[in-house]
């Protein structure tokens, strides 16, 4: 049974880091395409970044380049999502997911309707 569980959430001011982690079971996390997404109160969800499949090739919105960093830890069966220079519209609540798609393995999309499955979310507020 596939599940996605996220944490690290929390309250950060303006700024700071955070680091979230998306821990994965029924499936290993090296073969598969993950993406982090995140939505805001009242927004659109929004496609954050990915990693792909093997070869591990990143792919950030235009919104976090530069300042957010994803990676996967395969003994952990972990995907993570280093978060710095924290602002207030990166504010909202924060989903992994993986898809069933078998993308090449230097390609990944942030296209929400090709992930089928989603963990509950956690939480990221900036404010001072």
């Known amino acids: 049974q596939v599940q996605l569980v996220e944490s690290g959430g929390g309250l950060v001011q303006p700024g700071g880091s955070l680091r979230l982690s998306c821990a994965a079971s029924?499936?290993?996390?090296?073969?598969?395409?993950i993406g982090w997404f995140r939505q805001a109160p009242g927004k659109e969800r929004e496609g954050v970044s990915c990693?792909?499949?093997?070869?591990?090739?990143?792919y950030y919105a235009d919104s976090v380049n530069g300042r957010f960093t994803i990676s996967r830890d395969s003994p952990k069966n972990t995907v993570y999502l280093q978060m710095n220079s924290l602002k207030p519209e990166d504010t909202a609540v924060y989903y992994c997911?993986?898809?069933?798609?078998?993308?090449?393995?230097?390609?990944?999309?942030?296209?929400?309707?090709?992930?089928?499955?989603w963990g509950q979310g956690t939480q990221v507020t900036v404010s001072s």
């Open positions: 997911a993986v898809t069933r798609v078998y993308y090449s393995r230097s390609y990944c999309t942030v296209e929400g309707a090709e992930y089928d499955y």
């Open positions: 029924g499936f290993t996390v090296e073969y598969y395409t």
């Open positions: 990693i792909s499949r093997n070869d591990g090739t990143t």
